[in-house]
């Protein structure tokens, strides 16, 4: 007597539910790729949670060797120190070639009437650095030496440049990501250091 063997699927149903949430996941992923990557997307909108929040109280220490118009040697980062208004906050680095390119604007916006500028120098040797300053000119009424990069942590920073806005409560409102524009400047910049609401 022969024996048959019956070829009846005795597997586990594949149940499409199971791959709904990869595949909304996988979409998202791509939507969020194209949104940041498409042509023409300024860099700048990328948010930061701290926008509303008290600036972060991390002192940094002067960059040695550095000195103001008197000659002496420019204080370090302390946002406790900060004057009572406005102060734009900027992140750079010598080795950084958008620093570079956006220099002149801080130049020309620290000759402007009560612009205060506080800089933080990132991840940089400090003989480069006065390198970069004495060479191009020095925007910053103050200026620490972020040599771990632990406050650029503490900031939300995303890579070099950045700045931002802290009002007179200490308090952040503004921030903008990459080298700054003549229309950033105008339009958004200029506007939130004198205290005003800027337009559109």
Avoid at 115 to 144: M, S
Avoid at 150 to 173: H, K, L
């Amino acid at each position: 007597m022969s024996e048959t063997t019956s070829n009846t699927k005795t597997g586990k149903k594949t149940n499409l539910a199971v791959f709904i949430p990869g595949i909304v996941f996988f979409l998202i992923v791509i939507l969020f790729a194209v949104m940041m990557l498409k042509p023409g997307r300024d860099a700048s909108e990328i948010p930061s949670m701290l926008i509303g929040k008290p600036a972060p109280q991390l002192t940094l220490p002067a960059i040695e060797g550095l000195t103001g118009p008197d000659g002496d040697q420019l204080p370090g980062f302390d946002p406790a120190q900060f004057p009572d208004k406005p102060v734009l906050v900027n992140v750079w680095a010598s080795w950084c070639v958008p620093c570079r390119q956006e220099h002149p604007l801080l130049m020309a916006l620290a000759k402007e009437e009560g612009v205060t500028i506080a800089g933080v120098n990132y991840k940089d040797k400090n003989a480069n650095a006065l390198q970069f300053l004495n060479g191009l000119g020095n925007p910053f009424a103050v200026a620490g030496e972020d040599n771990s990069g632990r406050a650029a942590i503490e900031w939300g920073v995303y890579g070099v440049p950045e700045s931002y806005i802290v009002d007179a409560n200490r308090t952040i409102i503004y921030k903008y990501t990459g080298p700054l524009t003549p229309e950033a400047v105008e339009t958004e910049i200029l506007p939130r250091l004198r205290g005003e609401t800027p337009q559109g």
